[in-house]
């Protein structure tokens, strides 16, 4: 897949990750790379951004048993802003799509 797709859309992935469930890092990373052929690392800026923007706060978490994790939350915000990218993100593949396919002909 073409990089620059991804990097367009990566920060929207882990948005709609945390967005379902707070997760530690390696989780997020595991999970994009079952999904989208990621390098290795690629998460843990985006996460750092996010938290800088202040859309994602963390907290540690010894329930694994071995040591603490460092687990990621959305805020307010960060909810909010998940869900206005989604749909921007949304009506922009579907507006890719009728022209891919034909259907907006000038």
């Known amino acids: 897949m073409n990089s620059q797709y991804k990097k367009g859309v990566l920060e929207l992935c882990v948005l709609s990750l945390l967005y379902r469930q707070d997760c530690y890092g390696y989780d ?29 706060t963390t907290y540690l978490s010894e329930e694994s048993g071995g040591p603490p994790r460092k687990y990621y939350s959305l805020t307010k915000t960060g909810k909010e802003e998940y869900l206005k990218q989604k749909v921007e993100w949304l009506a922009f593949t579907q507006a890719i799509g009728h022209l891919l396919e034909g259907e907006d002909q000038a």
């Not at 990373?29 to 750092?48: M, N, Q, W």
């Open 28 to 56: 997020v990373s595991e999970y994009l790379s079952k999904h989208i052929e990621i390098a290795d690392g690629t998460v843990y800026p985006i996460l750092r951004k996010l938290k800088s923007d202040g859309f994602v």
